[in-house]
């Protein structure tokens, strides 16, 4: 069936660091990839999403790019902030339902 | 704020009792679904409904029950708490069954604790 594998974390920066978490799936037809995070003590927020092979989607200055070739969404950020400590989940789409990534979290130090 | 509700935020159980988690979206999605979030182990489907008067069985759904009489509200009901129910609960909702086309919309969560 369907699944997504992130890496695992935790992960520690520090503030102005690059940062990228590595997400590939697996899927037999051709799923919506997602980034959700999830900030302390509430629920998922959408972070971006890409619907096809060579999309590129970003917000918040993250970016994933949606790589057929390699079963890939890596989530990407140039420069982290203190802010940008949460937990993030990669995601797939089969037109189905949802798989979701076990979540990496991101604690970024001053 | 339009989205997806869910109360109570946080509540503690004793091992045997009931008690219903309550989700309601204001978004006119069609589909609604229950997770529940444990350490390690992601995200988990309990139940979902992909209409009113709908419902289907998620990945977990043993000791969890569900009712959609209208598009909005959503119930989870625990009959006979057990320990093992101890997680975090998250009601999502989307245009879509599989929300392939704008994700998920989720809840704040409810933080449950059955002792």
């Known amino acids: 069936g369907d699944s997504v594998t992130q890496m695992e974390g935790p992960v520690t920066l520090s503030e102005e660091a690059c940062l990228t978490i590595n997400c590939t799936y697996t899927a037999t037809g051709y799923p919506s990839l997602f980034w959700y995070v999830q900030y302390p003590g509430e629920g998922l927020q959408l972070l971006l999403k890409?619907?096809?092979?060579?999309d590129k989607g970003s917000n918040k200055g993250f970016e994933a790019t949606y790589r057929k070739e390699t079963t890939s969404f890596h989530l990407e950020k140039g420069s982290v902030q203190v802010s940008d400590s949460a937990v993030y989940f990669c995601?797939?789409?089969?037109?189905?339902?949802?798989?979701f990534g076990t979540g990496t979290s991101l604690t970024v130090i001053p | 704020n339009a989205g997806v509700t869910q109360t109570p935020k946080f509540h503690i159980l004793k091992t045997g009792q009931s008690m219903t988690l309550q989700c309601a979206q204001d978004?006119?999605?069609?589909?609604l679904s229950w997770y529940r979030q444990d350490p390690g182990m992601g995200l988990r489907r309990i139940h979902y409904?992909?209409?009113?008067?709908?419902?289907d069985k998620g990945e977990v759904p043993d000791g969890y029950n569900v009712s959609r009489s209208n598009t909005e509200d959503f119930p989870l009901r625990l009959e006979s708490a057990a320990p093992s129910q101890t997680s975090v609960y998250f009601c999502?909702?989307?245009?879509?069954?599989?929300?392939?086309?704008?994700?998920?919309?989720f809840g704040s969560g409810t933080r449950l604790t059955v002792v």
């Open positions: 890409a619907t096809k092979a060579d």
């Open positions: 409904s992909v209409a009113a008067g709908i419902t």
């Open positions: 999502a909702s989307s245009y879509s069954k599989g929300g392939a086309d704008y994700g998920y919309t």
């Open positions: 995601a797939l789409s089969d037109g189905n339902q949802f798989y």
């Open positions: 978004m006119n999605h069609g589909y």
